[in-house]
């Protein structure tokens, strides 16, 4: 088993830097991308200005071997769109005579199994090696045998419904020719399809605020809404100058300026569940209330894994975010938002499967705010295990640049809160000793929270059981599409935002 090769399942950044890891500890990887060329999630998106500079996205194996094939960093400070990525790095990578020469293109896992063996079977199941099912794009099938496997395979080609529960809305599949998935090119391949055009974009990531953004630099598209389930408008916008990666910061502050200008209408606290092809055109609905009939549909509500190829394989995920599961507790979106992740490795990456690691990209599942720096150690310590070298394995080294906005989201996306203008300390110490920053068991907290924040004032726990709610609004706030009826302290901008006068009953 030895003699067989390690399959790195996906060449896109992370896939690329394991097999240029294991080149370096003399091993010969075999690469599979599913992709008529390397990176193929990438080229997707290949008009989108990344928000972290050259130096954040490079892995320092990868630089090695490329330097000594006379390769030249670009400018480390430059921010590259995904062209920039693809041709400056990416693809150099990818042609380096000892990787192109593993490097299979056009071929898709379809499944991973030990030989001999499904999913029950124990007895010496860690001896046999790992089979993998290929599909390749010419329709031929092929299987190959490798000693350990690292899935790279990203999650870009998963992308979550439009509807609110994690489900494809009512209609939704129906109309697809009308909605696209993911970040369209609004100004440039796919310019003609937005002209003249009423166009909905749903979701609250970077991906959301990319595609509005550039359909908002048009003149000639017709209205844009933008609809998000979201209810915390000071956590929606990112943490604007507080964010370490200030191209990630400035994308909401950018945002936040042309949806108070109007030329975006804001639907924020609305999940849909339906839509319906009108004469006048689709017509979103949450099941109660309509939104205006669009054109087009721009879906960028997040990723998800495909975790169907390791079926037969036995793995730890965590049940909610479908990430690998000894990081749900650190990449927890429900309960993090900083984007700083402890360094993690190997140790941490292990599945009951020896000899299996799900990395980068996938390794998070569901969970957003994945950065290359994460993927490219993670690579670095599971190759080092994968060879035996766990003491390099277990000294993970990474810091992260954090997201500006470290605060827990939960409570205020939910129940009546005033948690989410506090303090990041107090809401999350009040967090963590109750389910609710309402409940008054955390009261001495919210209180402090409150005050500490200005947007709220405090209010007797009489006073709460009586309102519901945790706080009174300050007077000088506007309240914002608060539907929970609660302290509404979802922003303290003291500009107008434009706001569900796109709605009809
Ligand atoms: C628009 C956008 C902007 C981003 N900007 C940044 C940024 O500025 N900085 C940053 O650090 N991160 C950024 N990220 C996050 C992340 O770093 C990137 O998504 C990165 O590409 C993830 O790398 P990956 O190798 O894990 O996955 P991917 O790049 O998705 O690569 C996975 C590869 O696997 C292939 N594949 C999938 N399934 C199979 C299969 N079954 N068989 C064979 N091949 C398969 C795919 O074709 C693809 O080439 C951004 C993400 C997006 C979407």
């Not at 097999?19 to 370096?24: E, F, P, Q, V």
């Not at 045998?145 to 509807?163: E, W």
Request: charged letters at 15%; a negative charge.
């Amino acid at each position: 088993m030895s003699q067989l090769p390690v399959a790195v399942i996906g060449a896109g950044p992370v896939g690329l830097a394991a097999a240029a890891h294991l080149i370096s500890r003399g091993e010969t990887p075999v690469i599979i991308e599913m992709g008529a060329s390397p990176a193929a999630n990438i080229r997707k998106w290949a008009h989108v200005r990344m928000f972290s500079p050259f130096q954040y996205n490079v892995d320092p194996a990868s630089v090695a071997l490329l330097e000594a094939a006379g390769w030249q960093m670009p400018d480390p400070d430059h921010l590259p769109t995904g062209a920039d990525m693809l041709r400056d790095y990416l693809e150099p990578l990818a042609n380096l005579p000892q990787i192109k020469a593993n490097l299979r293109l056009n071929t898709k896992v379809v499944s991973i199994a030990r030989a001999g063996y499904d999913k029950v079977k124990t007895a010496r199941r860690e001896d046999a090696p790992f089979l993998l099912h290929l599909q390749c794009n010419d329709g031929s099938e092929d299987q190959i045998y490798a000693k350990a496997v690292i899935d790279a395979s990203g999650t870009y080609g998963n992308p979550n419904p439009l509807g609110g529960s994690g489900v494809p809305a009512l209609g939704e599949k129906a109309l697809s020719t009308n909605i696209f998935y993911g970040i369209p090119d609004v100004l440039g391949a796919d310019h003609s399809r937005y002209t003249d055009k009423r166009v909905l974009v749903v979701g609250s990531g970077h991906s959301a605020f990319n595609a509005l953004l550039d359909l908002a630099a048009r003149l000639d598209v017709a209205q844009i809404t933008w609809v998000t389930r979201r209810t915390n408008l000071r956590q929606l916008y990112g943490g604007g100058t507080n964010d370490q990666l200030p191209a990630r910061g400035s994308l909401g502050q950018r945002l936040r300026a042309v949806v108070e200008s109007g030329r975006v209408q804001l639907v924020n606290g609305y999940s849909i569940a339906r839509l319906v092809k009108t004469p006048a055109g689709i017509v979103a609905s949450n099941g109660t209330t309509d939104l205006d009939p669009v054109d087009e549909i721009v879906v960028a509500t997040g990723l998800r894994p495909d975790l169907s190829i390791e079926q037969e394989l036995r793995l730890a995920i965590d049940p909610a975010l479908e990430s690998v599961a000894a990081l749900a507790d650190v990449i927890d979106p429900n309960v993090h938002s900083c984007g700083s992740v402890p360094p993690h490795g190997a140790e941490q990456l292990l599945q009951p499967e020896k000899d299996f690691f799900i990395v980068g990209m996938k390794s998070y599942g569901r969970a957003p705010n994945f950065l290359m720096l994460t993927g490219y150690e993670q690579v670095r310590s599971v190759v080092a295990a994968l060879v035996g070298d766990w003491e390099s394995a277990r000294q993970v080294h990474l810091v992260l640049p954090e997201t500006g906005v470290c605060s827990t989201d939960f409570a205020s996306e939910g129940a009546a809160s005033c948690c989410t203008t506090a303090s990041v300390e107090v809401v999350e110490v009040a967090a963590a000793a109750s389910a609710s920053c309402c409940n008054t068991a955390s009261a001495e907290a919210v209180a402090d929270a409150a005050s500490a924040s200005g947007c709220c004032t405090p209010i007797s726990a009489a006073e709460q059981a009586t309102s519901g709610a945790c706080c009174a609004p300050a007077t000088d706030l506007i309240q914002i599409g608060n539907s929970s009826g609660g302290c509404g302290c979802g922003s303290t901008t003291s500009a107008p935002i434009q706001l569900l006068d796109n709605v009809r009953a």
